[in-house]
């Protein structure tokens, strides 16, 4: 379990530098071309390529962001329970997460090979779409590897209580 743990953090954590690297180049190249249609000159397809980071620096921060529970949630009244009945609320949204990006990642898998099969292109640039559907899938498998993980943890969490 230790090295699932270790694998997990791992991958979440290149996953998240990636996920900041596109996101700094989103912000240049937004700069670059508000500049360049200030100066008549835009940037051609800078639309396309800041949507595609976008979905990039997205896809690589989701696996980091529930590792660290950086997700908003509305604990209000849910602090007020005891440590059990936490736990047991958090393995039932944990077990609904779960089930909805192992979803979402097959329908996302198959989506990517039915963009691929048809051979569909971004609108200005050209650029195949399925490539970054894909990526996206493989950030979704990760994250919903990380949810797995934390619903083992809050099991072994209860069990204990």
């Known amino acids: 379990m230790e090295s699932f743990r270790k694998m997990l953090v791992l991958l979440s954590d290149k996953l998240k530098v990636v996920g900041a690297v596109f996101l700094f ?12 249609r200030l100066l008549k000159h835009p940037i051609f397809g800078s639309v396309e ?28 009244v849910v602090r007020k329970f005891s440590s059990k009945v936490r736990n047991i609320i958090k393995l039932c ?37 399925y490539m970054i559907i894909f990526l996206l899938a493989c950030c979704l498998v990760i994250l919903t590897l990380t949810i797995f993980y934390s619903i083992l943890t809050t099991i072994l969490k209860l069990k204990k209580s």
């Open 49 to 76: 390529l800041v949507s595609f980071m976008g979905v990039i620096a997205i896809a690589c921060s989701l696996p980091f962001t529930h590792m660290e529970e950086g997700h908003i949630g509305v604990e209000l």
């Open 25 to 36: 180049g989103m912000a240049i190249l937004t700069c670059l071309d508000v500049i360049g």
């Open 93 to 129: 949204t944990e077990t609904l997460s779960l089930i909805l990006f192992s979803l979402v990642t097959w329908k996302m898998f198959a989506h990517g090979m039915k963009v691929r099969n048809s051979g569909e292109l971004s609108m200005n640039l050209q650029l195949p779409e």
